[in-house]
């Protein structure tokens, strides 16, 4: 059980993690159609950032575990 819950986090922070790259180029280029408003792309990236965060933190307690 505990592989599988390694593995369903690890999938969860890698999508989240694209998430993150994709807003941050998308907060730096202004936003898929150009538009001048960067702070919804800033927030949706600390958003991203903390699941990873959040989801590296919970596979570390889970396999420090025995």
Same mark, same amino acid.
């Given at each position: 059980m505990k592989t %599988?819950?390694?593995?369903?986090?690890? %999938?969860?922070?890698i999508?989240?993690? %694209?998430v993150l790259v994709l807003?941050?180029?998308?907060?730096f280029n202004g936003g898929l159609l150009g538009s001048s408003? #960067?702070?919804?792309?800033?927030?949706?990236a600390i958003i991203a950032f903390?699941?990873?965060?959040?989801?590296?933190t919970a596979i570390s #307690? %889970?396999?420090r575990r025995s």
């Open positions: %599988l819950a390694t593995i369903a986090l690890s %999938l969860v922070a999508v989240a993690s %694209l807003s941050a180029v998308c907060a408003d #960067r702070s919804s792309w800033v927030f949706c903390a699941i990873v965060v959040a989801a590296m #307690r %889970l396999n």
